[in-house]
């Protein structure tokens, strides 16, 4: 007896550290729950989320404020639009009067007041119809800025230029005929 | 003796018709008496004559016209740079020293300093430029740029002629857009109202034209 018992523990060796495979299954299904959990909690407590990182606003060389005019000569034909030019364009219809003739009556569509960046293109927007890419050259001297404009109508480059724009002296753009008018596009640097 | 290069640069200045009376003697003279010089003559010839067939002697340069007005603009702003680094250094050899003795300089201190104080003023009661336009370029040749600056309206004006109009029942939808976020890692702006909602986002597509979505 103690012969075959010595030959079988000298035949067939069990380690001590050698577990059950009873006992591994159910340290397989902790692990396994274990991790479950750990893995759903991290996913659904805003806690363990880092923190967000703040956008960084990008570098602009100005800013631009940008209108769709509409120009007729028979004001029972304005469209009714309520858009108000800002307190510094209060002379706008005059001013448009004197270079868009005959029109006599002026109301805005749409405006846009738009920062110019500096490394990106930079998009007024006043309308869907009828709306302008900016691309920015840098300053210029006497508080103006260069800038490579685009007029778009819809997905058709109208025309592409190179400008100096200074405060107080916009560009007015003279656009396609509508109705019994001319669409208008007006294009402003601010002080800075 | 001549080497392969030599009889090349030859055989190319025969195919252009760069020789000489003589010298077309001479080398065709050789041609007749190297067979294999003459079946390169002949191959170079078939593909100059294929070339000259199938390719126009004159390629257009795309958008001509916008390549020769960005470069006038380039020589114009290189003229302007060589014609103030001109009078910077002009005014940096004038002797301030010299200045300094001639007897009216007082007088002329004092109303160099009035001027300078009506500038000033003049400066901050008015516009310090005037907005203009370098150049011009419309893609469809129907369309032609004018441009002009009106002293009444003090405006510089850009009118586009030749526009197809818009038709007169499309609805003319404005925006009051009141700031803008740009995303330059995916491209788009997004156009926020004075309230904070988006009115708009604009992206490009694969053709690089913009769109609208809202």
């Known amino acids: 007896m103690m012969n075959e018992e010595f030959r079988m523990t000298k035949e067939y060796p069990i380690p001590k550290s050698e577990v059950h495979p009873r006992k591994a299954w159910l340290r397989a299904w902790c692990f396994l729950i274990l991790s479950s959990f750990l893995i759903l909690n991290s996913s659904f407590c805003p806690a363990q989320q880092p923190a967000p990182v703040p956008a960084k606003k990008p570098a602009t060389d100005g800013k631009v404020w940008g209108a769709l005019v509409y120009a007729t000569t028979d004001a029972a034909k304005l469209t009714g639009s309520s858009e108000k030019a800002p307190e510094n364009q209060k002379d706008l219809f005059g001013r448009l009067g004197k270079v868009f003739m005959p029109y006599t009556h002026f109301e805005i569509i749409g405006q846009h007041v738009q920062d110019v960046f500096r490394e990106y293109e930079s998009w007024v927007v006043p309308s869907r119809d009828l709306f302008l890419k900016i691309d920015s050259k840098g300053p ?9 404009l685009q ?3 819809e997905q058709q480059v109208l025309v592409k230029t190179d400008a100096v ?13 509508w109705r019994d008018g001319q669409l208008l596009f007006v294009l402003d640097l601010a002080k800075k | 003796m001549k080497t392969p290069s030599d009889e090349n640069h030859d ?16 080398f065709e003279a ?16 078939q593909l100059s004559e294929s ?11 795309p958008h001509a016209d916008f390549f020769n007005s960005q470069i006038q603009v380039r020589i114009a702003q290189m003229d302007l740079d060589e014609a103030r680094e001109r009078e910077k250094a002009a005014a940096s050899t004038a002797s301030w020293f010299s200045w300094l003795r001639m007897p009216w300089l007082a007088g002329a201190a004092a109303a160099a300093a009035a001027f300078a104080i009506a500038g000033l003023v003049w400066t901050q009661n008015s516009s ?13 040749p129907a369309v032609h740029a004018q441009v002009f600056h009106s002293s009444d309206a003090q405006a510089t004006v850009l009118m586009l002629d030749g526009l197809e109009p818009v038709p007169a029942e499309k609805k003319i939808v404005g925006f009051r857009v009141h700031r803008a976020e740009s995303d330059a890692e995916v491209a788009t702006t997004t156009l926020f109202d004075e309230n904070g909602s988006i009115i708009a986002v604009v992206s490009k597509d694969a053709k690089g034209q913009p769109t609208l979505l809202q």
């Open chain 2, 11 to 26: 055989l190319i200045r025969w195919l252009d018709g760069e020789m000489t009376a003589d010298e077309r003697r001479t």
């Open chain 1, 140 to 148: 210029a001297p006497d508080g103006g800025m260069n800038l490579h």
């Open chain 1, 151 to 153: 007029v778009w109508r």
């Open chain 2, 30 to 45: 050789t041609l007749q008496n190297d067979p294999e010089l003459a079946a390169e003559a002949e191959s170079m010839r």
């Open chain 2, 128 to 140: 310090s430029g005037t907005s203009t336009i370098a150049s011009t370029y419309t893609p469809n």
């Open chain 1, 165 to 177: 724009l200074h405060p107080g002296s916009p560009l007015f753009i003279g656009g396609p005929k």
């Open chain 2, 51 to 61: 070339l000259k067939t199938h390719l126009p002697a004159e390629m257009p340069v």
